[in-house]
């Protein structure tokens, strides 16, 4: 486990507005309250996650999650078929990763090619015989196409440059094409929730939230509005409402919040553990923590 405690923070600026953000609720927070973003000061290692110690928690974390996103991209896939009814549409899938979603959408008659800038995921996702590219986005080589759809699943909020990834899909989409962020939701509950204990003193959740000890940390939580202000800076509308699904289940939800050690740790993940259960009613009628949004390019 790469834990990076976060070192004093310099001053981010928001990728909205490009003024400087003020800290908050931690030493590697910041919060611009006018656009109702938030981004973090971690360091990133895209190319060292999955090579020791990261692997082992990563490979569990993605595997307790992979039956709940199946059902997510399912819903995904439907509203993109809703708006785009054409068969055989060729999807880039951006940072697929062990390549699920691209597995997904092959079933259902998309052409699918994946970028994987990680090594052990590449190389993993390569020999199911999927095609995957090894490299960033936007990607170093020229990609010398361009597709009909572009989807991020997980992975924006992971990319310190969001202008750099929002023209590379100003270059990489056809004209028409539609682009797809899947991303966690600055006003979903869990967020809130663990700012409220990060608040009181707790910091284990809001922690693991934006993934501190990971070696590829989140560095940014949009809301619905926030992000459809920094789309629409790239040319792109929302061609959908904002559209949430569920991240949490109970049986997940141990492992999400045991991230705290010893016996003080313990006592600490049992009171947040159960604080969490007894809102569970309140989350499921609240903003779930993840949202997608399509998006299409404004016609002139
Ligand atoms: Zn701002």
């Not at 997980?154 to 056809?174: M, Q, R, S, T, W």
Request: hydrophobic residues 45%; charged residues 20%; proline residues 5%.
């Amino acid at each position: 486990m790469n834990v990076n405690a976060p070192a004093v923070s310099t001053r981010l600026s928001c990728p909205i507005c490009h003024r400087l953000m003020a800290l908050k609720t931690s030493t590697f927070t910041h919060f611009c309250k006018d656009c109702d973003y938030w981004g973090a000061d971690l360091p990133v290692d895209i190319e060292g996650a999955g090579s020791d110690e990261d692997e082992i928690s990563d490979v569990a974390y993605i595997a307790s999650l992979e039956s709940l996103r199946i059902k997510n991209f399912a819903l995904i896939l439907k509203q993109l078929k809703k708006a785009k009814p054409k068969a055989g549409l060729s999807i880039l899938d951006v940072g697929c990763a062990s390549g699920l979603f691209m597995r997904t959408a092959q079933q259902w008659g998309y052409t699918v090619t994946g970028i994987e800038p990680n090594q052990p995921l590449f190389t993993a996702t390569k020999r199911q015989g999927l095609n995957v590219m090894d490299d960033y986005f936007p990607p170093k080589q020229d990609l010398n196409k361009t597709f009909d759809v572009i989807i991020f699943n997980d992975v924006f909020e992971h990319i310190p440059d969001v202008h750099a990834i929002l023209e590379g899909c100003n270059k990489y989409l056809k004209e028409d094409g539609i682009l797809i962020l899947n991303l966690p939701n600055a006003h979903g509950l869990i967020f809130r929730f663990s700012r409220l204990l990060a608040m009181l003193g707790l910091m284990g959740p809001w922690n693991r939230l934006w993934q501190v000890m990971f070696r590829t940390p989140h560095l940014h939580y949009f809301t619905f509005e926030s992000l459809g202000k920094l789309a629409a800076q790239h040319e792109f509308l929302a061609a959908s409402d904002k559209l949430q699904i569920a991240t949490l289940e109970i049986k997940g939800l141990w492992s999400r919040l045991a991230v705290n050690t010893g016996a003080i740790g313990l006592v600490k993940n049992c009171i947040a553990y159960l604080g969490t259960l007894s809102l569970y009613p309140v989350i499921l009628l609240s903003e779930k923590d993840t949202f997608f949004v399509l998006y299409q390019r404004k016609t002139p």
